[in-house]
């Protein structure tokens, strides 16, 4: 039995909750938004989205990570409501909007956005075929994770089954050091001096775009993932150390695998949808019973 699509509720309508509330809105899903900042509230509004402090039914936190653990505490939050979030660092938002709302909480990060912020840069696409983390956490509730991967799957994600701290190593190593790493190669550049950044062209402009994104939100997002941002870190400076013709050949190889998919139906249960996220796979459809996904060849 199918249960109807519940409603979502959209805290922080920004570039990721404004391209949410509004790709839900398109699909003909009743939405509600709010948003400290009156422009991005008329935005949303603009876009088909019910502007309202009362929440139900999914209601997602798309606010800055510090902004996370007081966001809800103004608004009114219906007694069943599933909580869920957009943060690029999970462990935080577990201790805190986790602790406070027990099993109704799953934590989310959808692998999309740009180095652009603000309701200007809302796009209803931005969700479609990107990867979309949804935290399995000891205690969370597998009708509830259900009820978020849906809605991931609803904006045309892939689900990716992980636990908090999976996701937070996982991100340091291909998210929050390549900010790092942006940033060094924009500053070491402009060391070099002016001629250098006039015959910069494309793969300077590659390696650094990320370098324009807002830096209260990078330094929320590595400050907020230390450890493993470190460790990751560690290992690229490892990698630097190596002789360049081994180097680049090793990061050639990375870059040349196939990414050829297999077809999967995993059963809806904790372990076996941790263990298709650390194999790489993701969900693509809900079955009955089953979920189905790919895993890579
Ligand atoms: N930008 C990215 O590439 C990206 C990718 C994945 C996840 N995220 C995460 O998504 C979240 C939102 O990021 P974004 O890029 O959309 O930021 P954004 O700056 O574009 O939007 C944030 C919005 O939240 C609003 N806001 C701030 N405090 C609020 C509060 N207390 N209550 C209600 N609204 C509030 C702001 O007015 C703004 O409209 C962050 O937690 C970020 O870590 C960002």
Not at 20 to 36: F, H, I, K, M, S
């Amino acid at each position: 039995m199918t249960l109807p699509a519940p409603p979502v509720a959209v805290v922080g309508l920004g570039q990721l909750g404004g391209s949410l509330a509004a790709a839900l809105a398109a699909a003909g899903r009743p939405v509600t938004g709010w948003d400290v900042d009156p422009a991005a509230c008329e935005a949303a509004a603009a876009r088909g989205v019910r502007v309202a402090r009362e929440l139900e039914g999914v209601v997602v936190l798309a606010v800055p990570l510090p902004a996370m653990a007081s966001a809800l505490d103004d608004l009114t939050v219906a007694p069943d409501a599933t909580i869920t979030d957009l943060g690029s660092v999970k462990r935080p938002v577990l201790d805190t909007v986790g602790a406070r709302y027990g099993s109704r909480f799953v934590g989310g990060h959808p692998m999309c956005g740009t180095e652009r912020s603000g309701f200007a840069a809302v796009d209803p696409a931005l969700f479609a075929g990107a990867r979309w983390a949804v935290c399995l956490d000891e205690g969370t509730e597998l009708p509830r994770w259900l009820r978020v991967a849906e809605l991931a799957l609803a904006v045309g994600a892939e689900v990716v089954p992980v636990t908090s701290d999976e996701h937070d190593a996982a991100v340091a190593a291909v998210s929050h050091v390549p900010h790092l790493l942006a940033a060094a190669l924009a500053a070491g550049a402009a060391e070099a001096g002016p001629l250098a950044l006039a015959l910069a062209a494309g793969s300077f402009r590659d390696g650094t775009r990320v370098a324009g994104s807002d830096p209260a939100f990078v330094t929320a997002m590595v400050d907020g993932n230390a450890g493993p941002v470190a460790a990751a870190l560690d290992r690229v400076r490892g990698q630097l150390d190596r002789p360049w013709p081994e180097l680049v050949a090793a990061g050639h190889a990375v870059k040349a695998a196939t990414d050829r998919r297999r077809p999967v139906r995993v059963p809806l249960e904790r372990s076996a949808l941790l263990e298709l996220g650390r194999a790489g796979g993701a969900v693509t459809r809900r079955l009955a019973a089953f979920l189905e996904g790919w895993i890579p060849e």
